[in-house]
């Protein structure tokens, strides 16, 4: 079984900058962040390989997050930079142990509680 505990949400001005944090308990295979807003589908934001530490992300946040892991406190971390209203929603973080690493919530089977991102014009 694993845990994982989120944290770093709040709220922030457009152009603005927070960082998310996911501590896991065990061993994990692939980790990612999801992100939900109201009345919308969960969608992938980005997702790293544990031991190769490979990275995707979703167009949409391209060149403004960044996904990182810190292997002794077993957390993975996503820098959001240049935030954008649009980047409003509950962001969550995934963890698998086995087979695909994509960004589909499909491929992973243990999630976080959530932590909420608020961006404002």
């Known amino acids: 079984q694993v845990q994982l505990v989120e944290s770093g949400g709040g709220s922030v001005q457009a152009g603005g900058s927070l960082r998310l944090s996911c501590a896991a308990s065990g061993y994990t295979y692939c980790m990612a962040w999801f992100r939900q807003a109201p009345g919308k589908e969960r969608e992938g934001v980005a997702r790293?390989?544990?031991?190769?530490?490979?990275?995707n992300y979703a167009d949409s946040v391209k060149g403004r997050f960044t996904i990182s892991q810190d292997n002794l406190k077993n957390t993975i971390y996503l820098q959001m930079n240049s935030l954008k209203p649009e980047d409003t929603a509950m962001y969550y973080c995934a963890a698998a142990r086995g087979g695909l690493c994509n960004l589909s919530s499909q491929a992973f089977g243990y999630w976080g509680q959530g932590t909420q991102v608020t961006v404002s014009s």
């Open positions: 790293i390989y544990r031991v190769s530490r490979n990275t």
